[in-house]
């Protein structure tokens, strides 16, 4: 689906599996924003399919966080496609030792650089990055400001947040990363799972009912 001009959402739907939603940002350079699970990568590609889009014309695939279903499907990307993500998950990546990113073959990814806080530019377009820990220790949301879209990922969802109780997660860190995004203009957020809000208002209204409901939690 078309979200807005050159941003496409194939949204994961299937309730019987889990996987990411997953981004395409069709611009001056061709960005894929966490491509899921290899296993469940079909829709994605069929998504980029029918824009006429092959994985070969990639130019940057941009991992939000280290869980294997945003991670995984990278392998499907070859050079002169890069891979970015934060350091803080690449190291977790390694340090935790996932089974699940074994079998994958992923113990040994490597990105090609590392997001860093504050401004990305890639081809025309510049995005802001913001270090949003508590989901995972290195998560990053990606916001644009020139479509006010914020990727807030597993970091916030619409009526939700992400979950805390994996290895690396931490309420107080999610209670303040949720606090920061939660202050930028925002007309679309774009989760990692569930439906996409739209419009200033019911996107502010996301954020008010998640602190009424979700912070006396996150200790």
């Known amino acids: 689906m078309e979200v807005t001009k050159n941003l496409h959402a194939f949204i994961w739907r299937d309730i019987m599996s889990n996987n990411c939603n997953t981004y395409f940002i069709n611009g001056s350079k061709k960005i894929l924003v966490d491509p899921g699970h290899r296993q469940l990568f079909s829709h994605v590609k069929e998504g980029l399919s029918a824009l006429q889009v092959s994985l070969d014309q990639m130019d940057l695939v941009i991992v939000t966080h280290g869980h294997p279903d945003h991670v995984e499907a990278v392998q499907f990307f070859d050079r002169p496609t890069q891979v970015a993500m934060s350091q803080v998950d690449s190291q977790f990546m390694k340090e935790v030792k996932n089974p699940f990113l074994r079998i994958a073959g992923l113990d040994d990814f490597e990105p090609d650089f590392f997001l860093q806080e504050g401004r990305l530019n ?32 597993d970091v916030v969802f ?30 679309y957020l774009l989760p990692g799972h569930g439906e996409i809000i739209s419009g200033r208002k019911d996107v502010e209204r996301n954020f008010q009912m998640i602190k009424d409901q979700w912070f006396g939690y996150l200790i």
């Open 122 to 153: 890639v081809g025309d377009e510049t995005f802001q990055v913001v270090s949003t820990p508590g989901h995972s220790p290195g998560s990053v949301c990606l916001y644009w400001p020139e479509q006010k879209a914020l990727f807030s990922r």
């Open 158 to 187: 619409s009526g939700g947040i992400g979950r805390t109780d994996f290895p690396g997660g931490n309420g107080k860190l999610l209670k303040e990363s949720i606090q920061r995004i939660a202050e930028l203009d925002v007309e």
